[in-house]
């Protein structure tokens, strides 16, 4: 069992900046970050396999990067030029395999964390 633990949510401007951080219990091979809103299904928006290849939703893309820190089992999200409509509940989730070109679903992941909150005011 892989225990996930969000990080580094809370309240910004737009256009300013926030990194959000995934620690994991145990080294994962796969690890991507979701966010939902209320009423609308969670959208896979970044993630990163075992050979270090991101992947980014067109959404965030120029936007958000991921970086790791695989000593520390840590998946960061880099937030950038940050928008209202990037309000949302932000989830990180792991798996031992890439789920390929389906890595924005959510069952490509069978581990997920608690969540972290991202507020955007314009």
């Known amino acids: 069992q892989v225990q996930l633990v969000e990080s580094g949510g809370g309240s910004v401007q737009a256009g300013e900046s926030l990194r959000l951080s995934c620690a994991a219990s145990t080294h994962t091979f796969c690890m991507g970050w979701f966010r939902q809103t209320p009423g609308k299904e969670r959208e896979g928006i970044a993630a990163?396999?075992?050979?270090?290849?991101?992947s980014y939703a067109d959404s965030v893309k120029g936007r958000f990067s991921l970086s790791q820190d695989i000593a520390k089992n840590i998946l960061n999200l880099e937030m950038n030029s940050l928008k209202p409509e990037d309000t949302a509940m932000y989830y990180c989730a792991a798996d031992t395999t890439w789920g390929g070109s389906g890595w924005y679903r959510d069952a490509a992941y069978r581990y997920w964390g608690q969540g972290t909150q991202v507020t955007v005011s314009s």
């Open positions: 990163i396999d075992s050979e270090g290849t991101t």
